[in-house]
């Protein structure tokens, strides 16, 4: 699968940015996608996820009640609307596919960790002013 990420930019603290991420490629469809971010002194880390379908999602705490993921699959697009944004969330953020999913007796849960991703997309620079 490949991504392309879009809708990076400036914003202050407690407004919105919406990303979206373009993916290609015949298993697009078929791939769990999500969201992670990076900071120079951090390491990359989950932020959101959605499954094939768009029924399920799953949220960081630090995002969750702020962040929405969505996708569209006849676009092959992936969103992450991202609302009352504070100074933390400043990072770069990356589109993902091809996330490792396990079955549970809860249902489907979602690798959270970045070693386990399939795709990545470019970084896009997410700042917030506060």
């Known amino acids: 699968v490949q991504l392309q990420a879009f809708g990076g930019g400036l914003a202050r603290a407690g407004g919105s940015l919406m990303l979206s991420c373009a993916a290609s490629?015949?298993?697009?469809?078929?791939?769990?996608m999500g969201w992670f971010r990076q900071t120079p002194t951090k390491e990359r880390v989950f932020v959101a996820a959605?499954?094939?379908?768009?029924?399920?999602?799953y949220y960081d705490d630090s995002v969750a009640g702020r962040f929405t993921i969505s996708r569209d699959n006849d676009k092959n697009t992936v969103y992450l609307q991202m609302n009352s944004l504070k100074s933390e969330d400043t990072a770069v953020y990356y589109c993902?596919?091809?996330?490792?999913?396990?079955?549970?007796?809860?249902?489907?849960?979602?690798?959270?960790?970045?070693?386990?991703?399939?795709?990545w997309g470019q970084g896009t620079l997410v700042t917030v002013s506060s």
């Open positions: 993902a596919a091809d996330m490792t999913t396990y079955s549970s007796d809860y249902g489907e849960i979602v690798d959270r960790s970045a070693n386990t991703v399939g795709s």
């Open positions: 490629g015949r298993t697009s469809r078929r791939s769990v």
């Open positions: 959605i499954n094939r379908s768009g029924g399920n999602t």
